[in-house]
């Protein structure tokens, strides 16, 4: 074979590897079956912000009573559903692979309870084919874990336009190793959690947690023999002494035990730690006025119990 042949062959060798799209990574749920995929995007950064609450827009900043700010490494994928296919089914049909893999629901909002459509179009997730009417929205997120230990946050967006037709907007994000999700447990070997669970007050104390947390720490607790650790965190204020935080921090982590006893979760299994000031671990995942939730599974043939 002569050289040009040799170096034409080689070069129609290079253009059909160049062609062949790279492998995109496979989604974590699949697509919903009455729909077209528009556009897919690459989400990534140290500090992408997911919503836990309803969003107002104050001047042109979004603001949010909840929402955290997280290492992320996932995608995008916005929706056309079919004339045929209406938003609620979509939604139902994700909520159900939701179930199917245990995810925790952490938070979700249905029509104008939500906010501005306009707002979660065009500030929050930057798409402005999701604007439609406040009043025909909803969005979900939830935490989970794949086969592999891997822990991932889904959001879900879902809308009707002016024009009646429904966008869905999902996005699936890959988190850090030491990602803290209010709500949301992760697993290392015996130990699971933690749950964060934030609190306000002095010596009436109240917790900023809803039926689906509550459910979370009830499954985590269903292990038999196994160990409740409530430990409660405190800032530290202006004029408070660290006696005094400690001592705040003991006050929620008590009502939290009677709280969790109430529920069934036996006073005996815990072991409840006021901690106040004295671990700086504060992040947006991580309020300082926070309760942590670990079950610690009993050693292999034996158990915690004495």
């Known amino acids: 074979m002569s050289i040009p042949v040799l170096f034409q062959l080689r070069s129609l060798l290079v253009l059909m590897v160049l062609s062949v799209p790279f492998a995109a990574q496979a989604n974590l749920l699949p697509d919903f079956p009455m729909s077209t995929l528009e556009e897919e995007r690459s989400i990534r950064g140290a500090s992408h912000r997911v919503m836990l609450s309803a969003i107002r827009e104050v001047g042109d900043e979004v603001r949010a009573e909840r929402s955290i700010r997280l290492s992320v490494d996932g995608t995008g994928r916005l929706y056309l559903l079919d004339p045929d296919a209406a938003r609620q089914d979509a939604r139902a049909w994700y909520l159900e692979q939701l179930q199917a893999r245990n995810a925790t629901i952490l938070f979700q909002c249905e029509g104008r309870e939500c906010g501005r459509s306009n707002v979660w179009a065009n500030q929050v997730f930057d798409q402005a084919s999701l604007y439609g009417r406040d009043a ?46 209010p709500g949301g447990a992760a697993s290392r070997g015996r130990i699971a959690g933690p749950v964060i669970v934030p609190w306000e007050g002095d010596f009436t104390v109240r917790f900023d947690w809803g039926v689906e947390t509550r459910r979370r720490i009830e499954t985590m607790a269903e292990v038999e023999g196994s160990q409740v650790v409530i430990a409660a965190f405190a800032g530290l204020g202006d004029s408070e002494t660290v006696e005094e935080s400690i001592a705040r921090a003991e006050r929620a982590a008590a009502t939290m035990s009677d709280l969790l006893d109430r529920s069934g979760i036996s006073r005996s299994r815990h072991l409840v730690r ?32 004495e």
């Open 136 to 181: 025909n929205q909803e969005y979900l997120v939830a935490a989970l874990e794949d086969e592999d230990g891997q822990r991932w946050l889904v959001t879900l967006y879902t809308v009707t336009r002016g024009n009646r037709r429904d966008h869905l907007w999902l996005e699936e994000l890959k988190l850090s190793d030491d990602a803290a999700i």
């Open 274 to 305: 006021g901690i106040g000031p004295l671990v700086d671990m504060a992040s947006p995942g991580r309020p300082e006025n926070r309760i942590e939730i670990l079950v610690i599974a009993p050693p292999a043939g034996g158990s915690t119990d």
